[in-house]
């Protein structure tokens, strides 16, 4: 059974800092990963999408990076700024065998960035 | 373009009551997922529809069932509500099934139950 596990569980940080969000999965055949970001009491929000033959992705100040065989996944933020404060998931289904195509979600990082 | 939409937002019902939640996906897109919210269980895959037919169903009691039409637009439906089923419960839609173009997620409807 796919676990997927996110450290910190919390982070505090100042306006400026970079950082790097960690996620690790158990079952390496994940066939894909994606990061998301939800606000206090709302959806999801798709930040990047790492496709099973690519390592890595970057929009803007974000970059996240996939190493299958280590089971593992980075979130890198540049430049953080208060509006990054929220939740950071990573989620990915397990290999596609036609019949598991739904995402297994991490516990979740809550990011606060201070003034 | 829109975006995934579900509707309520919001929902309080008595327990005991059923009650029915809308999506519709982004246009063109064939596959909608479900999912549970809540504090202590984080998020749970509830079912995954593709071409009007039930293609996966998590961990969830008979209580929980849903549907799709040709439009793809999807209700899931809880009949014999608990205290329990109360979260937020999330709508994802993807362009197909098995995660090859990712998942754009509503919303969500808060369901409250008293």
């Known amino acids: 059974k796919q676990e997927v596990t996110q450290i910190p569980a919390a982070l505090s940080v100042p306006e400026g800092e970079n950082l790097v969000l960690n996620c690790s999965f158990t079952d390496s055949a994940i066939y894909n990963l994606q990061w998301f970001r939800q606000d206090p009491g709302k959806g999801l929000t798709s930040l990047l999408l790492?496709?099973?033959?690519?390592r890595e992705q970057t929009s803007g100040r974000l970059n996240a990076s996939l190493d299958k065989s280590s089971g593992r996944s980075t979130l890198y933020i540049a430049a953080s700024q208060p509006g990054d404060s929220a939740t950071y998931l990573c989620a990915g289904p397990i290999e596609n065998t036609g019949t598991a195509s739904k995402l297994t979600f991490g516990t979740g990082t809550r990011l606060q960035v201070t003034l | 373009k829109a975006g995934v939409t579900q509707t309520p937002r919001y929902l309080i019902k008595t327990r005991g009551q059923q009650v029915t939640l809308s999506c519709s996906p982004i246009?063109?897109?064939?596959?909608v997922s479900w999912y549970q919210q809540t504090p202590g269980q984080g998020l749970q895959f509830l079912f995954e529809y593709f071409s009007e037919t039930q293609r996966n169903k998590g961990n969830f009691p008979g209580r929980f069932s849903g549907r799709q039409f040709s439009n793809s637009r999807s209700e899931m439906n809880v009949s014999t509500l608990e205290l329990g089923d109360s979260a937020l419960y999330l709508c994802a839609s993807s362009l197909a099934r098995g995660g090859n173009y990712g998942y754009t997620f509503g919303s969500g409807t808060r369901l409250t139950v008293v």
């Open positions: 790492i496709q099973s033959s690519q």
């Open positions: 246009s063109g897109h064939r596959s």
